[in-house]
């Protein structure tokens, strides 16, 4: 496996650019500011999550979950872990918040629960390299680990954590880097897509009809996009992922500063952005709360952050595959 220091880390992420203003979000086909979150409690925000209610929950590098109104007011923080990184979420209900919970200098991290009533944190497993996203299964929790280039189950009862899957398209091999990352399921839980940061690729695995994994394959490569379309910028950063409901995947493009559609057979369909104050700075995980979405932005920057916003009704005016 290969480690990375919190420098090299931060070096191959840092961005320098200023926060902007926020500006009130009308439907439109490019993002627009939606709630600010640079702040000392809240800032840099990287997994979000969504309550029936419409509530927006964001995890980020303050160690804290904040938790967002249908209106874009943070109405409480629930603090986790000061100093720690917390990356990707999955909200139970019932059960409560599943995060990845990494140690402020990314040696190590593990999962855990935040009852949402009570604010209390448990921890389910722990030995990850680097855990960062979350989804479930069949009552599962698979968890991508970014430095193991590796998905790993959890049994959220008993903490009991296995591989899954483990493979040389997992591991990091670039920048910023950040192997395995985002999750998803196919509406039929046949395929789990994962996103590979470091070289800009969706991989999909097969799911066995016992639960194993299968075989894997690279479903979408942002070099190859480039090539054959004559573009940049395709899956730069492939971060968090998530389906809509006619099947197509939706890509935090953190290095692009863009969210970008695929199809069903891996066609870059989509590029959405912002601009001026309203631009995308590190955008790291998408949501969609009815028609419409939701990303976190990264930043990197001492206490940068914001949630963007795009109508969904956007997504039906697709530009040409490629």
Request: hydrophobic residues 45%.
């Amino acid at each position: 496996m290969r480690r990375w220091s919190i420098a090299a880390v931060a070096a191959a992420l840092m961005l320098l650019s200023a926060q902007p203003v926020l500006a009130t979000h009308t439907r439109t086909d490019a993002f627009r500011n939606f709630a600010d979150l640079a702040t000392p409690r809240c800032h840099n925000p990287e997994g979000i999550e969504a309550d029936a209610a419409g509530n927006l929950y964001a995890a980020g590098l303050s160690g804290n979950v904040c938790v967002v109104s249908p209106s874009g007011t943070v109405t409480r923080v629930i603090t986790v872990a000061a100093g720690h990184a917390l990356l990707g979420e999955l909200l139970v209900p019932g059960e409560g918040m599943y995060v990845a919970d990494n140690n402020g200098d990314f040696s190590g991290g593990r999962i855990v629960r935040v009852n949402l009533t009570t604010g209390t944190v448990t921890e389910i497993s722990s030995g990850f390299a680097a855990p960062n996203a979350i989804e479930r299964r069949n009552g599962l929790l698979f968890v991508s680990d970014s430095f193991a280039g590796a998905v790993y189950t959890v049994n959220p009862a008993t903490g009991a954590k296995a591989l899954w899957k483990q493979d040389l398209l997992l591991q990091p091999d670039g920048t910023p880097p950040f192997g395995a990352n985002g999750l998803a399921f196919d509406g039929k839980g046949r395929y789990l897509y994962v996103a590979n940061t470091s070289t800009d690729r969706i991989l999909r695995i097969a799911v066995n009809p016992n639960g194993s994994a299968g075989d894997i394959s690279i479903f979408a490569d942002g070099a190859a996009i480039n090539a054959r379309r004559g573009t940049t910028g395709a899956l730069d950063g492939a971060d968090g992922i998530t389906f809509d409901k006619s099947g197509m995947l939706w890509v935090s493009a953190n290095q692009a500063n863009e969210v970008q559609v695929l199809s069903k057979t891996g066609s870059l369909i989509k590029r959405f952005a912002g601009s001026g104050d309203d631009a995308l700075v590190f955008p790291a995980s998408p949501i969609f709360v009815g028609k419409t979405l939701y990303v976190t932005n990264l930043y990197f920057g001492a206490f940068g952050g914001k949630l963007s916003v795009l109508g969904r009704d956007a997504g039906a005016r697709n530009d040409a595959g490629d």
